[in-house]
């Protein structure tokens, strides 16, 4: 305990300098703006943003990361108040109270109240990330080739959750592209090419940031340039700063949503709008006034924006100690430290026990600017939603390009960013999410190279997958994981625990 107290003061001391606090201002400000345009989700502005960080050194690296991740999470509650439009798909459930508090000439209270509770929630997160992250890696140290094979299924298996249509089906697939993007190039036992079909520019493999930004950057450019609706943004004549009483006697549903939103963050892959909307349904359940629930009830826009910036530390949990994204942006922010030289899994504990604690000093960081800017610079922000979305689309279009290049200076990258582009493009669409493809592009190489491994080891047998403790555990929870997915099975399922509960009620 007292080692981890030490390790946490070396981490918040190490950002406590100019530069530093520089970095958290400008990446935070930044992350709030993306946060606040609708259609600019936080994993594209982290994506976007990992091409310009590659110059930098690697904690300041992820410290902008890390601000951009929370900064955007947070700002969209601002669209979701003001214009009954979520900035993130985390804030879809503020707009159920936020907007009709704005409508009540309330939207300077309802935005301090959303930047207060997106504190706290944050603070909670942060707390448990403390704690657990330290016992689960070196819980994780257990684990063989075995387990990390099951592992990487399971987070492409749990990307179905990722989607936002009424089936799982989707987000398979778009998790099964991912993997099948992931084996292009050499692979590292043998050195034998796959997938290259003669192309000397594939030896080397799909890079991931070319491809993420193609998926999340120019795949939206074009989804925007179909829609053309123009925002009539609410006034804020009121109060902004909430007063202690006002936030102190809803506390039951801030510590129960932050509560809720750390271990739905531990999850891996199911993201800060699950989050949201079941801090939401608990906090309208726990109510003694439910009825005002969707009416402009300042319980409910708490309990949303505490639960979905819980989820962002929480994310970070699974992120650093098993290499498995808590939420689409943590994905993002697994390639970006592999690109910096970290490595996150059960080993970051042995090679390197103080970034976890940076981590948590960087979310501590992040979380205090989000408190001082979103208090103070409300009025500003407004603003940014008069921005001309032909003019911001231009400007994303040149990142997109300019990043992908500036990385290896190939043309090559900048071939990949334009075709995932129209692909990611077609596939929203017909409704497929772009987070699990990611996420298999992401875990492609572990599962490919742990499988291998694995049978290498016991001579092609592969027994010691569905027989070591571990592993037979992760089986069963994948296989369980699918069959819920399936309507019919899990329809069967709540049919019989609810029948197992009625039944002592009639006897």
């Not at 922010?333 to 981590?359: C, D, S």
Request: some cysteine; proline content about 5%.
């Amino acid at each position: 305990m007292f080692d981890g107290l030490l390790l946490l003061g070396q981490g918040i001391g190490h950002f406590l300098t100019p530069a530093s606090l520089f970095n958290v201002a400008w990446a935070t400000l930044l992350g709030v703006v993306i946060g606040i345009l609708p259609g600019l989700t936080a994993t594209m502005g982290v994506a976007l943003l990992v091409t310009l960080t590659y110059k930098m050194a690697p904690d300041q690296a992820i410290l902008t990361l890390m601000c951009v991740y929370l900064g955007a999470i947070y700002g969209g509650s601002r669209t979701a108040i003001l214009l009954n439009i979520p900035g993130t798909p985390a804030n879809a459930a503020a707009t159920l109270d936020g907007h009709p508090l704005a409508q009540q000439g309330r939207a300077g209270l309802a935005m301090g109240l959303a930047t207060t509770s997106s504190t706290l929630g944050t603070l909670v997160g942060i707390f448990f990330l403390a704690i657990i992250a330290p016992f689960l890696a070196e819980a994780a140290l257990k684990f063989g080739s075995y387990e990390f094979f099951w592992l990487a299924l399971f987070g492409v298996v749990i990307s179905g959750q990722m989607t936002g249509s009424d089936t799982p089906l989707k987000g398979y697939i778009a998790g099964i592209l991912g993997l099948l993007v992931a084996m292009v190039g050499m692979e590292t036992l043998h050195a034998h090419q796959r997938f290259t079909f003669g192309i000397p520019a594939l030896g080397g493999g799909i890079d991931l940031i070319p491809a993420m930004v193609g998926a999340f950057g120019l795949a939206e450019i074009l989804s925007a340039m179909k829609r053309n609706a123009v925002a009539h943004v609410a006034s804020v004549n009121d109060r902004v700063v909430p007063t202690f009483r006002e936030i102190f006697q809803y506390w039951k549903t801030i510590i129960r949503s932050g509560i809720i939103g750390t271990f739905i963050g531990i999850i891996p892959g199911v993201g800060e709008d699950v989050g949201s909307w079941t801090s939401y349904a608990a906090a309208k359940k726990a109510s003694k006034h439910p009825e005002e629930f969707g009416k402009g009830s300042q319980e409910g826009l708490i309990a949303a924006e505490t639960g979905d910036n819980a989820v962002v530390s929480a994310a970070m949990i699974p992120t650093l100690t098993l290499a498995l994204p808590g939420s689409a942006a943590a994905a993002v922010l697994i390639a970006a430290m592999y690109i910096h030289g970290i490595r996150p899994g059960p080993m970051i504990m042995v090679e390197n026990p103080v970034f976890l604690y940076q981590v948590v000093a960087m979310l501590l960081l992040a979380t205090l600017a989000n408190l001082v800017f979103g208090l103070s610079l409300t009025k500003v922000f407004i603003q940014v939603l008069r921005v001309p979305r032909q003019r911001l689309m231009a400007v994303i279009y040149i990142l997109c390009v300019v990043g992908s290049f500036a990385i290896t200076q190939r043309m090559f990258d900048v071939y990949v960013m334009l075709g995932f582009g129209v692909f990611g493009f077609i596939l929203r669409e017909m409704k497929y999410p772009m987070a699990p493809m990611v996420l298999g592009i992401v875990l492609g190489d572990l599962l490919d190279l742990n499988l291998r491994r694995g049978l290498l080891l016991t001579n092609g047998d592969p027994t010691p997958f569905f027989t070591r403790p571990i592993s037979a555990v992760i089986c069963l929870i994948i296989v369980f994981t699918i069959l819920m997915s399936i309507p019919a099975v899990s329809k069967r399922v709540r049919a019989l625990f609810t029948r197992g509960r009625a039944a002592p009620a009639q006897s």
